[in-house]
């Protein structure tokens, strides 16, 4: 069947359910190339013959590098045709995987997983090229259905890990990746749009304007924090996670490892309804709610270093609150500039992924192998208990009757 790019598109509309779900199903396979090493852990320990903190610091480089690839490759979605950028980023993606599955040493493998996080990247070009196909009335929807993708995508990698590293090895998981992302590559080329870019201006300027957007919109600075610290939370769990349970009291193989990570699907489905939320303006609440929630997840995940019912309740409320207050944080953001959303997802995913490679560096080098549990458990809390208390000002500097200031935000000037 013919490869042709389909006919050019230029105006917002809603999308078709195929293209929604094809773009849902693209995100999750993409970014769980980010998390096949987690449930690993141990056997990568063991297999390159390295430390605990060496294999840590493979997984937070895969964070990083994908921090690095969203501050200054994601602008590029509002500079360039965003299908032929993300089909070029997905060949990478592939090449760094294969990379992986060969690697001789945890220098290599790091080196690559480098390139792979870079790649990855991609993600958060997709994402807001389905808010630019869709109404603003039905962004919420169409965000929290993508981002589902994302977060379901994020606990089935480690799953299929935990499965096919029992099975065939390690190194088969990368492998198979590979496969997997060449083949979404194909896809997406099958099913994206050709929309022309509406900014025309040169790269270093494109991402100084990410800066003076994030100077002129105090909305973003605080999503940017919210998003920041329940990643980081996110983070510092499952990168700590596969050491936890390969050890005594539980003892599990890499398969049962994998496949505890589907318990966190409860909260990627109960917070498909944020969306809605956030169509109807309720992002403010369910922002709060889910901070709080976070927080005090952490008291069951304490609990479950030695009762594993416990610790199931702990994350599927930890899953529900980071991926509700990620829909929330970004059915919000892409309203601001609807001509500037690659630079306003490049500022806010950057930050949100940067707090994700310090909550894996914190939890998996550090943390975990000088406190244990209940160290990751610590640090876990106090990362969204942080952005509460961000929330919490924030709402008593806007509460009734407080008169506001109108600020750039409510006066947003496109930046071409």
Request: aromatic share 8%; with cysteine; charged share 10%.
């Amino acid at each position: 069947m013919s490869l042709a790019p389909p006919a050019t598109s230029t105006k917002a509309s809603d999308p078709h359910p195929r293209l929604v779900a094809a773009m849902a199903i693209a995100v999750g396979v993409v970014v769980a190339n980010l998390y096949y090493a987690q449930p690993l852990e141990d056997t990568l320990t063991r297999s390159l013959h390295t430390s605990i903190g060496a294999i840590g610091l493979v997984i937070a480089l895969l964070q990083i590098g994908y921090a690095i690839g969203m501050a200054m490759l994601v602008p590029l979605g509002d500079l360039l045709e965003r299908r032929r950028l993300i089909m070029v980023l997905l060949t990478f993606a592939v090449a760094g995987l294969v990379t992986m599955a060969v690697a001789p040493t945890v220098a290599v493998l790091g080196a690559a997983a480098v390139v792979v996080g870079l790649a990855c990247a991609a993600i958060q070009i997709i994402v807001p090229f389905a808010a630019h196909l869709t109404t603003v009335e039905r962004q919420g929807r169409v965000i929290s259905t993508v981002m589902g993708g994302l977060l379901f995508g994020i606990l089935v990698a480690r799953t299929l890990a935990g499965l096919l590293g029992e099975v065939a090895g390690w190194r088969a998981v990368f492998g198979v990746g590979a496969v997997i992302t060449g083949a979404v590559g194909v896809m997406l080329w099958r099913e994206l749009p050709t929309v022309a870019p509406v900014v025309r201006m040169r790269y270093p300027r494109l991402l100084a304007s990410v800066v003076t957007i994030v100077r002129e919109e105090p909305a973003l600075r605080l999503r940017m924090v919210y998003g920041a610290m329940v990643f980081a939370s996110f983070s510092a769990f499952w990168s700590s996670a596969g050491f936890l349970l390969a050890r005594q009291p539980y003892g599990w193989s890499d398969a049962a490892i994998g496949l505890f990570a589907l318990v966190g699907a409860a909260g990627v489905l109960a917070a498909r309804s944020v969306g809605k939320l956030a169509d109807r303006g309720l992002a403010g609440v369910v922002t709060g709610s889910m901070l709080a929630v976070m927080t005090m997840s952490y008291l069951f995940m304490a609990w479950g270093g030695s009762n594993l019912a416990a610790l199931i309740v702990g994350v599927v409320l930890m899953d529900l609150g980071c991926q509700a207050v990620q829909i929330s944080n970004q059915s919000n953001l892409y309203r601001l500039r609807p001509d500037a959303r690659s630079r306003i997802n490049t500022a806010y995913m950057t930050a949100y992924f940067l707090g994700g490679s310090l909550g894996s560096l914190l939890s998996a080098s550090f943390v975990y192998p000088q406190f244990g549990w209940t160290g990751v458990c610590v640090i876990g809390a106090g990362f969204p208990a942080v952005a509460l208390i961000a929330w919490a000002v924030e709402a008593l500097r806007h509460r009734p009757g407080r008169r506001r200031q109108p600020g750039p935000a409510n006066r947003p000037t496109p930046l071409r």
